[in-house]
Nanobody, 126 residues
Framework: QVQLVESGGGLVQAGGSLRLSCTAS????????MGWFRQAPGKERVFVAS????????FYADSVKGRFTISKVNAKNTVYLQMNSLKPEDTAVYYC???????????????????WGQGTQVTVSS
């Protein structure tokens, strides 16, 4: 099992920045990748970004390319999501997820991730 704890959400004005953190614990040795997803009220959970744990390859949703950056510190089992130039449409609950021991190093599909954090609210005011 892998446990994930997120932090860093909050309220920010449009154009501002926030940094989310997610720390993994438990059986993290063979964790293939970490991802960030978000879910706005009444909408499905959607992919935001992911990073492969060994190589550090990154992938982004088109809606956040150039504004968000995913990074990791292996020694801390922590992944970050730096969010710049935030827009009101970025408002959502943001979830951290882990692929665990998987042959995949990337997935945009929430169903591929067996481990999830509790979520952190990000609200961007106009």
């Amino acid at each position: 099992q892998v446990q994930l704890v997120e932090s860093g959400g909050g309220l920010v004005q449009a154009g501002g920045s926030l940094r989310l953190s997610c720390t993994a614990s438990g059986r993290t040795v063979n964790n293939a990748a970490m991802g960030w997803f978000r879910q706005a009220p009444g909408k499905e959970r959607v992919f935001v970004a992911s990073i492969s744990w060994s190589v550090g390859s990154t992938f982004y949703a088109d809606s956040v390319k150039g504004r968000f950056t995913i990074s990791k510190v292996n020694a801390k089992n922590t992944v970050y999501l730096q969010m710049n130039s935030l827009k009101p449409e970025d408002t959502a609950v943001y979830y951290c997820a882990a692929l665990g021991d998987s042959y995949m190093s990337f997935s945009r599909t929430p169903e591929a991730y067996p481990y999830w954090g509790q979520g952190t609210q990000v609200t961007v005011s106009s």
